[in-house]
């Protein structure tokens, strides 16, 4: 079944730690996003990417770096985690319809200590 | 470039009741609009899209939206509501062009009484 996936569900580490959110997707999507959620509050986008080797940043300033090696894997790394770094991050992908609707993965509810 | 409002952060209504959530939009030309919802510690599931064509769409779980580009809005309805629909719900807005870019609303929270 086609689907979008994150790993892990939920992170609890420490600061100055280094981490790597992965995303994958089995849908074939060339473009692929990720978002960052506060409890309650509105989507932001900090990354996206077109296709393999494509990665740009989003409306929201992010620390966070991502890399677009195989087109199913888009992962989100922070070189050394902060307790401003606590959010829920989600990630998403959109394939070549014309609609361009994004489908969304389960979410990695980050907490820096 | 594109927005989207929605004005109702937090709606409570009666299991069984009927649902309407409001979403307005702004946008140069028509665009693609989407609901989408959102469960407490989950991602977001698209319940409907809007390309073009007939106005009133249908999506999954009994839910339908009705574009209206005169008041430009796009507000999401149920007639009848299950304890299951409490959840996050936005309103999304995308521009025709390459990056599939999407704008989403600030959500609105429905609570359903029992």
């Known amino acids: 079944e086609a689907d979008i996936y994150q790993t892990p569900r939920y992170l609890v580490i420490g600061t100055g730690k280094k981490i790597t959110l992965e995303c994958s997707q089995t849908m074939g999507h060339d473009k692929m996003y990720w978002y960052q959620q506060d409890p309650g509050m509105e989507l932001h986008l900090i990354h996206y990417s077109y296709g393999v080797n494509s990665t740009e940043k989003g409306d929201l300033s992010s620390e966070s770096t991502v890399s677009r090696i195989r087109t199913e894997h888009f992962p989100l790394t922070l070189e050394s985690a902060r307790p401003s770094h606590t959010s829920q991050y989600l990630c998403?992908?959109?394939?070549?319809?014309?609609?361009?609707?994004?489908?969304f993965g389960p979410g990695t509810r980050l907490t820096v200590l | 470039a594109q927005s989207v409002t929605q004005p109702d952060i937090h709606i409570t209504v009666s299991e069984g009741a009927s649902l309407e959530l409001r979403c307005n939009y702004s946008y140069g030309a028509t665009p693609y609009l989407f609901w989408y919802v959102q469960s407490p510690g989950q991602g977001l599931q698209l319940l409907l899209k809007y390309f073009s064509g007939d106005t009133l769409v249908q999506g999954i779980k009994g839910f339908e939206a009705e574009f209206k580009r005169s008041q430009s809005s796009f507000n999401l309805r149920k007639p009848s509501v299950h304890w299951s629909d409490a959840a996050e719900y936005f309103c999304a807005v995308g521009a025709r062009n390459r990056d599939d870019k999407i704008i989403f609303g600030k959500g609105t929270r429905l609570h359903i009484l029992p």
């Open positions: 998403a992908s959109s394939g070549n319809d014309r609609l361009g609707a994004q489908y």
